[in-house]
């Protein structure tokens, strides 16, 4: 067949045969589907050279698979973006890692809350996931041992922080593990799907406070009704048809909700942050964070003296959030998010310095920064 001829005179491209370009896709599959059963012998073999004995969260190194991660992204040339790319390879790490035994992560239920998708994000679809009824039932889990590591949310980049998330680290001695970010689409749904049937809305206070303005001019009669989670506010939705929740379009396909409106937060970037809790401190993969909890003496010049040993030795602070300590009248902890990890030269001599100013200082966590 001759080739067509362009206004130029150039002859076009020829037009790939359709057959041939799926033989070929057939045999790319393959190949595919060859190093990932590779890949698993191989993660096998880890789990061998560790011993028959060890339980799953032995397997699991953080720190290892950000690097992983890490240099998937640095790889990527396109045409898929970072994002696509990191959730494959998130799949095929967990699923290897399942092998041995699932990892039980603990996170604020029921099913289909954020919390359950940062889950999946972090962890992977063959994490088995074990929906809690509250923050302070998520840290119990992981302390004793039930679940090996947990997931739960600490700040909204609209709302701040989520004080109670917080308020658990004056007595937990769980470290922080990781963290993950996930953007927060809220949806108004309800059994009917029609708007004019609804006097109640059910959510969890966070998310009433992110949808306010939307729910001001369209709903300014309704009932707003605070619940534990968004999955739970769907669940009550779906027993009257005057009700509505607003959560994720998750919890609708779960508790079998119809979508009326969103998405309807009033901020579209709106972000929240979520810690994976574990019980051990993490070596340094190279691209860190430092949650700290520093306790501060009584004395004139106190956040001078927290905040300028990190200033000397060139150490970016994220985030810092004071708290009642709870140790007696009058007294706060800071919580600090540095860059770097605890072990880092600069990291350790500012925290180093710092000692000689704090009542006393813990480490939450050092753990890869959340990717994307």
Sequence with gaps: MAARKGSAGKSAPATPDLAQVRERIDGIDRQIQELIAERARWAHQVGRAKGPLQAAIDYYRPEREAQVLRRVLDRNEGPLNDEVLLRLFREIMSACLAQQEPLKVGFLGPEGTFSQQALHKHFGHSAKGLPLASIEEVFQEVEAGHADFGIVPVENSGQGTIQSTLDMFLTSPLKICGEVELAVHQFLMSRTGRIEDIERVYSHP?????????????????????????????????????????????????????????????????????????????????????????????????????????ARHGVSMNRIESRPAHTGRWQYAFFIDVDGHAQDGPVAAALAELGEFAADIRILGAYPVALL
Aim: hydrophobic share 40%; net charge neutral.
């Design 206 to 310: 966070l998310s009433l406070a992110q949808a306010k303005a939307w729910l001001r001019q369209n709903l300014p009669r309704a009932e707003k009704i605070p619940a534990s989670s968004n999955a739970e506010a769907a669940r009550r939705a779906r027993n009257a048809d005057d009700s509505a929740a607003i959560a994720g379009e998750n919890a609708g396909h779960v508790y079998g909700l119809k979508t009326i409106a969103g998405p309807i937060e009033d901020h579209p970037d709106n972000t929240t942050r979520f810690l994976v809790l574990g019980r051990e401190l993490l070596p340094p993969c190279g691209h860190d964070r430092t949650s700290l909890m520093v306790f501060v003496r009584d004395q004139p010049g106190a956040l001078y003296n927290v905040l300028s040993p990190f």
